[in-house]
């Protein structure tokens, strides 16, 4: 298993406070991905990261912001949570082979997180 | 329009039955094909990729068609272990920088 680990792995949190999500990884892989899950829309993409320092958004970036000062680490923060915030968070991890042209992304186990 | 559509299920098949998933992209441009299964309350896993001859991983068979935009999964000889939801997978050819489109997923359960 891709060494990848995602904390806190379960939260519950007010409206309106900020929540800090963490993943890991002790792989040395350049890109790093954060996705929520939710049921009826599968998995989809709220940030990326192609390196330290270089970030972009995905295609449900609202409420949500990302930092990565390590090549290990890579922060996902909800400014200010709301009840539409609430998912299972996964983080993946990627190194782009390029004459392969392989893309395959390696998971962390998830965050449950409830915003009530 | 959905980057990838996947048949949400649910198949239920016995053991020892051979069951088919199938998978549409729309990104013609597309050149990754992956398969990924995922278990109740766990991370999505990499099962296997999608080449473009087709290619085979023990019971699990996969096939691409470009022309068609197609990617298929078949399971032999269904194990109750292969209950799980698999997800078809597919690049995003306008991106350098890895992104993956995920279909819904296809629920399959096996029983005894």
């Known amino acids: 298993d891709a060494g990848i680990t995602q904390s806190p792995r379960h939260k519950v949190t007010e409206t309106g406070t900020p929540v800090t999500l963490r993943c890991h990884q002790t792989?040395?892989?350049?890109?790093m991905y954060w996705y929520r899950q939710d049921p009826g829309h599968g998995l989809r993409l709220i940030h990326y990261?192609?390196?330290?320092?270089?970030?972009d958004k995905g295609e449900v970036s609202d409420g949500y912001s990302v930092s990565r000062s390590k090549t290990e680490d890579f922060l996902l923060t909800l400014e200010s949570a709301t009840s539409s915030q609430t998912s299972v968070y996964f983080c993946?991890?990627?190194?782009?082979?390029?004459?392969?042209?392989?893309?395959?992304?390696?998971f962390g186990p998830g965050t449950r997180l409830t915003v009530t | 329009r959905k980057e990838v559509e996947q048949d949400p299920g649910p198949f239920n098949v016995p053991e020892g039955a051979t069951v088919a998933f199938n998978c549409t992209y729309s990104?013609?441009?597309?050149?990754?094909f992956f398969w990924y299964r995922q278990d109740c309350r766990k991370e999505p896993k990499l099962l296997m990729s999608?080449?473009?001859s087709g290619n085979e991983d023990g019971r699990f068979t996969a096939q691409l068609n470009r022309a068609s935009q197609y990617i298929s999964l078949l399971i032999r000889d269904s194990k109750l272990s292969d209950s799980a939801t698999y997800l078809c997978?597919?690049?995003?050819?306008?991106?350098?920088?890895?992104?993956?489109?995920f279909g819904r997923g296809t629920q399959l359960t096996v029983w005894p």
């Open positions: 993946a991890i990627s190194e782009i082979v390029r004459k392969g042209g392989s893309l395959e992304q390696y």
């Open positions: 792989e040395n892989h350049r890109y």
């Open positions: 990261s192609y390196g330290v320092k270089d970030t």
């Open positions: 990104n013609s441009a597309s050149q990754s």
């Open positions: 999608v080449y473009s």
């Open positions: 997978v597919v690049n995003d050819r306008g991106s350098t920088l890895g992104r993956l489109y």
